[in-house]
């Protein structure tokens, strides 16, 4: 992918922040269904990490593209680090589509449907277990992925902050 850019314009920036904030709240409400909440506690959070799921597969597939047109912007420094956060962004963008994607799909042949705020509601498909559990095992599985990426990629957004003291993250911020 060319690299056109050396920073991140206004659409690159609101869309880095609107995406990674459902996609935190969506990976800590999963984490949560995953390992505590069960029964009634469980229903109303799995409801609403549903809808907002749906919200983060039209955001982050617009969000994706919108990169993957416009092409990556040039990284500050080119060193093993460079290529590591690269790999990591790239590892980011295939998640930011795979979560949804296969969220929808556990739901849809789970036989359950997607009720998104009131305004509208996605009708369960027919219950196709195989189908069922290839999705939930994908879900999981790229949200392992996931959580360890964010971690590495929040990390070392602040090593560059603090320690390089550099723009990478101002130029996702306020600095031209
Ligand atoms: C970017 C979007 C999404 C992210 C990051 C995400 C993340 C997660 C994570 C980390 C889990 C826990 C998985 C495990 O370890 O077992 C989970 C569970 C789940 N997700 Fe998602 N999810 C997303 C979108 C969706 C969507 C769109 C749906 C359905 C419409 C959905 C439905 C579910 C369901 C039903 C569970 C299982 C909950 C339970 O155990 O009761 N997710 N999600
Ligand atoms: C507090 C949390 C976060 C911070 C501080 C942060 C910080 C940054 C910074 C500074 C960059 C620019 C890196 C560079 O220019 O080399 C960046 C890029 C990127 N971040 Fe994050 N990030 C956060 C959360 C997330 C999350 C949750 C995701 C996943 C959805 C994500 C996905 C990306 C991607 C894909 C890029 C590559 C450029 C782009 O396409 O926007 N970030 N992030």
New binding site residues.
């Given amino acids: 992918m060319a690299e056109q850019f050396t920073t991140?314009n206004w659409v690159?920036?609101v869309?880095?922040?609107v995406?990674?904030?459902?996609?935190?709240g969506l990976?800590a409400s999963g984490l949560a269904l995953d390992l505590f909440l069960e029964g009634a506690q469980a229903a109303p959070v799995r409801n609403v990490h549903k809808a907002v799921g749906l919200a983060a597969l039209v955001l982050?597939t617009w969000?994706?593209v919108?990169?993957l047109t416009q092409g990556?912007?040039a990284?500050?420094h080119h060193d093993w680090q460079?290529k590591a956060?690269?790999l990591?962004?790239?590892i980011?963008?295939v998640?930011?589509v795979v979560m949804p994607v296969s969220g929808v799909m556990m739901s849809y042949f789970g036989g359950h449907s997607i009720v998104f705020f009131g305004l509208f509601t996605v009708s369960g498909g027919p219950k196709i277990s195989a189908l069922n559990d290839i999705a939930g095992t994908v879900h999981a599985g790229m949200g392992k992925v996931?959580i360890a990426?964010?971690l590495l990629?929040?990390l070392?957004?602040?090593k560059?902050?603090v320690i390089d003291k550099d723009d990478?993250?101002?130029?996702?911020?306020w600095r031209a």
């Fill in positions: 991140y690159s920036r869309n880095h922040w995406v990674a904030l459902l996609i935190i990976l982050g969000r994706v919108w990169r990556f912007v990284p500050l460079a956060a690269h990591a962004h790239v980011l963008l998640g930011i996931m990426t964010v990629h929040v070392g957004a602040i560059h902050h990478t993250l101002k130029r996702m911020v």
